[in-house]
């Protein structure tokens, strides 16, 4: 019996002096909330907003330029008076053209009195054939020179209402190309003309971006002074040609909304986006390559652990990785150490990792 009281005492004494292997620490770690992205910015640039109707005009006959009567900026009226020409060229040619007239007047005068004395003479037969044909054909070609005279005093009187420059529209002036003193050739353009009902946005784009423009991308405009003001465009129409020396190609947007603020001449930054597939972007070190295969870690908020997950990759930059299905947003994601986790390890969340 004390035998075997010693040996369960030594028994005892044996289980005592074994200790339970401690909890596994707890690891803290960095991590982020991931976002899935749905659109793809593909840059920003500066442009202006415009108007989508302009024109150049000018003179419709040659001269000096006499007088300006608007500046750039000015609204204008149809009719208003821009500017006009010194018309001394086009008042001689008027006072020549109406001398020309009274002349042929006072000849045509004569042919038909002549003509209507041989048409007497030929009825009471002391008259010839010949004579009256005579007196006939002058009145007809008399007449052919009266219309042609009345002809160039109508244009005379144009050739002088055209040194006045008018507004053929409601317009807002943009640009001058000539100045009071000036001499231009008709046609030649002198002022430029904007119609401000309708807007658009102005930008030059890389040659080589508009060629990998997707169809439906949304450009996003924003006043540059101030860019709560904003609005969307899609494009109306890009140059076919680039410029040659900056190798860009004009865009011209259709503004969705013509915010009040959107004045012509107004600078405006334009953002480029496009809508895609649902993705997520990673920092590069969230992920761990295992046999050849991607995978992250993502974190059980409720029971403080990780676990991996393997994951599809569809671009990788030097810092991040672009990640097309394997992880959803609004979940947890192992930004750093994940060479040292293990499926089930508690964690606890870094308080400075992002939300």
């Known amino acids: 019996m004390r035998r075997l009281l010693l040996v369960l005492a030594g028994v005892m004494l044996v289980a005592c002096s074994k200790k339970e292997p401690p909890p596994e620490p707890v690891r803290p770690v960095l991590s982020i909330k991931v976002q899935a992205l749905d659109e793809e910015n593909l840059g920003r640039f500066a442009g202006s907003i415009q108007a989508r109707y302009e024109s150049n005009i000018g003179f419709r006959v040659p001269g000096r330029i006499a007088s300006r009567s608007v500046d750039v900026g000015a609204e ?9 020409l010194d018309p001394t060229d086009q008042q001689n040619q008027l006072r020549t053209a109406e001398g020309n007239l009274a002349s042929i007047q006072a000849q045509f005068i004569n042919a038909q009195a002549n003509a209507r004395r041989q048409q007497e003479l030929f009825d009471r037969g002391v008259g010839s054939q010949a004579q009256l044909d005579g007196a006939q054909t002058d009145l007809k070609t008399t007449q052919a020179s009266l219309d042609q005279a009345k002809a160039s005093l109508s244009q005379a009187r144009d050739q002088l209402n055209y040194v006045e420059l008018r507004a053929d529209h409601k317009a807002v002036v943009t640009a001058w ?10 046609g030649q353009q002198v002022v430029t003309l904007a119609q401000p009902d309708i807007k658009e946005a102005v930008i030059d784009l890389p040659d080589t971006l508009v060629d990998q423009l997707p169809e439906g991308v949304v450009f996003q405009v924003a006043s540059q002074l101030n860019p709560n003001i904003s609005t969307t465009a899609t494009v109306r129409e890009i140059e076919p040609q680039a410029e040659s020396t900056t190798r860009t190609r004009r865009a011209r947007l259709t503004l969705a909304e013509t ?19 649902p993705r997520i972007e990673l920092p590069l070190s969230a992920l761990q390559e295992v046999a050849g295969k991607p995978r992250i870690w993502v974190v059980d908020v409720q029971a403080q652990t990780v676990a991996p997950r393997d994951v599809s990759i569809i671009s990788r930059s030097d810092s991040t990785v672009v990640v097309a299905s394997g992880v959803k947003s609004g979940e947890r994601i192992v930004t750093a150490g994940v060479n040292s986790l293990k499926p089930g390890q508690k964690v606890k969340v870094d308080e400075d990792s992002p939300q």
């Not at 204008?76 to 006009?84: F, Y």
């Not at 009040?260 to 953002?271: C, K």
């Open 259 to 277: 915010p009040t603020a959107f004045r012509l001449g107004t600078a405006i930054s334009v953002t480029l986006s496009s809508t895609i597939k």
């Open 76 to 84: 204008v009226d149809k009719g208003s008076l821009l500017a006009t």
């Open 177 to 186: 190309n000539a100045e009071a003193g000036q001499v231009v050739t008709a």
